[in-house]
């Protein structure tokens, strides 16, 4: 099957699935197709075994062979994503709150990954799967960093107050590169590819990358406001921002800094002032309704590949009764990491109590945890790993992802009474 074929059967069954969830499911849409397409490989599961003449297993996984998720999702899609999320943070706010952001992303992440490989480290074995310690850290770089595309699609849906959205957009948009810079690290350790590394340099390597990101994306950004500043057609803005958003990640994967960073940096600098300066006002509307379907088709298109990906999970005993203890780990991992690395903020203000637990529930994991395990070296620690990573994601998506509505209007009401007359971005 071509490129064609494939985007074409993708679209497809990702437009069914959509049908069928608003005539149906009514949940949001990502979301919706989610559970359908995990409902499809649940019943291709149960039904192989019945069926021994025909390998029901055979279409999907090459299919799903066919895209490569994490070097389809890792090396291209990431970079629309990102881009397109990073367009949306209102950098009023967020640059208010600078150093929450900042915090969370590189202080919370770290704590987070540490919180998890310990607690990881301790519970395999209980479950007669002991994993090495380094193995229990490339888990907490894969399962640490919130997810920006279930992020900032949640936060859609949300009346939360401005400024704590900015903050969960920022780290989740941030936090993601630091993961990925962590786990590029780790995994090179745990595999034996790359020799023995120092703290120092541990931390050297990681700046380079994250903070060498970040500059490039500012420059490729300054570059491409620079370029179009003064050329009154949106047909062009769109153009830019779309050499901008992959370009950059493109030359940061090549200088060997964290792509992810640099684009998200790049997307940002559309909201600056230089920004709207250099775009007017009826392209950056054209834009905003571009990059949001843009955003939109590729988490349906994710949210349904995470769907069918369980059946390249191997199902054991063990491996679920892990993956069940590791789910609230990870969500007291989070809770620990979000007020370890603000715990300044909340010795000043007690009243911030309502924004940990908003920022601990929301702590969604998606579609990059999963792509990150799923390029795990194959043997019997990606056995063992992959499942708990899947169902961590999987857990976070649907459980935490359709509860948080509540969540947010139990702790916020005004906001949440506010959201019934007046769009999200309105709040203050």
């Known amino acids: 099957m071509n490129a064609l074929g494939l985007f074409a059967l993708l679209a497809t069954l990702s437009t069914l699935f959509s049908v069928v969830n608003h005539r149906t499911l009514r949940l949001p849409m990502t979301i919706g197709v989610l559970v359908i397409s995990l409902a499809v490989s649940l019943a291709i599961m149960a039904l192989d075994p019945l069926i021994p003449s025909h390998d029901l297993h055979l279409l999907p996984r090459s299919l799903l062979g066919a895209i490569d998720l994490p070097r389809t999702l890792l090396d291209g899609a990431l970079s629309l994503l990102l881009f397109a999320g990073a367009m949306q943070v209102d950098l009023h706010h967020m640059f208010s709150r600078a150093a929450s952001v900042t915090a969370l992303a590189v202080l919370g992440t770290v704590f987070a990954v540490g919180l998890l490989a310990v607690s990881a480290w301790c519970a395999f074995p209980l479950f007669g799967r002991p994993v090495p310690f380094v193995w229990c850290v490339v888990l907490g770089a894969i399962l640490a960093p919130t997810d920006p595309v279930s992020v900032v699609g949640m936060l859609r849906r949300l009346g939360l107050p401005a400024p704590l959205q900015a903050i969960f957009a920022g780290e989740s948009l941030f936090n993601d590169?630091?993961?990925?810079?962590?786990?590029?690290?780790?995994?090179?350790?745990?595999?034996?590819?790359?020799?023995?590394?120092?703290?120092?340099?541990?931390?050297?390597?990681?700046?380079?990358?994250?903070?060498?990101?970040?500059?490039?994306?500012?420059?490729?950004?300054?570059?491409?406001?620079?370029?179009?500043?003064?050329?009154?057609?949106?047909?062009?803005?769109?153009?830019?921002?779309?050499?901008?958003?992959?370009?950059?990640?493109?030359?940061?994967?090549?200088?060997?800094?964290?792509?992810?960073?640099?684009?998200?940096?790049?997307?940002?600098?559309?909201?600056?002032?230089?920004?709207?300066?250099?775009?007017?006002?009826?392209?950056?509307?054209?834009?905003?309704?571009?990059?949001?379907?843009?955003?939109?088709?590729?988490?349906?298109?994710?949210?349904?590949?995470?769907?069918?990906?369980?059946?390249?999970?191997?199902?054991?005993?063990?491996?679920?009764?892990?993956?069940?203890?590791?789910?609230?780990?990870?969500?007291?991992?989070?809770?620990?990491?979000?007020?370890?690395?603000?715990?300044?903020?909340?010795?000043?203000?007690?009243?911030?109590?309502?924004?940990?637990?908003?920022?601990?529930?929301?702590?969604?994991?998606?579609?990059?945890?999963?792509?990150?395990?799923?390029?795990?070296?194959?043997?019997?620690?990606?056995?063992?790993?992959?499942?708990?990573?899947?169902?961590?994601?999987?857990?976070?998506?649907?459980?935490?992802?359709?509860?948080?509505?509540?969540?947010?209007?139990?702790?916020?009401?005004?906001?949440?009474?506010?959201d019934d007359h007046g769009s999200v971005t309105t709040r203050r």
């Open 177 to 418: 590169g630091v993961g990925v810079v962590i786990f590029g690290v780790t995994i090179g350790l745990a595999t034996g590819d790359t020799a023995s590394l120092s703290a120092a340099d541990i931390a050297t390597r990681f700046l380079l990358q994250a903070v060498g990101g970040g500059l490039l994306g500012a420059l490729t950004g300054w570059i491409a406001l620079r370029l179009v500043r003064g050329v009154d057609d949106a047909h062009i803005d769109l153009l830019a921002t779309l050499a901008l958003a992959s370009g950059t990640f493109a030359l940061a994967n090549h200088l060997h800094l964290s792509g992810p960073i640099a684009v998200v940096v790049a997307g940002m600098s559309l909201g600056t002032r230089y920004g709207h300066v250099a775009i007017r006002d009826h392209s950056r509307t054209e834009l905003l309704a571009f990059w949001s379907m843009v955003d939109e088709m590729l988490n349906v298109l994710l949210f349904l590949l995470i769907g069918f990906e369980i059946l390249e999970v191997t199902p054991h005993l063990s491996s679920l009764l892990a993956t069940l203890a590791i789910i609230p780990l990870s969500i007291a991992a989070r809770g620990l990491s979000v007020l370890g690395a603000t715990l300044p903020v909340y010795l000043r203000n007690r009243d911030r109590w309502r924004a940990l637990v908003v920022l601990t529930w929301g702590g969604l994991r998606g579609g990059i945890s999963v792509s990150l395990a799923l390029g795990l070296p194959a043997g019997a620690l990606r056995d063992t790993l992959l499942p708990v990573c899947y169902g961590v994601v999987v857990f976070t998506i649907l459980v935490q992802g359709l509860t948080m509505e509540r969540v947010a209007g139990r702790l916020y009401p005004a906001a949440a009474e506010q």
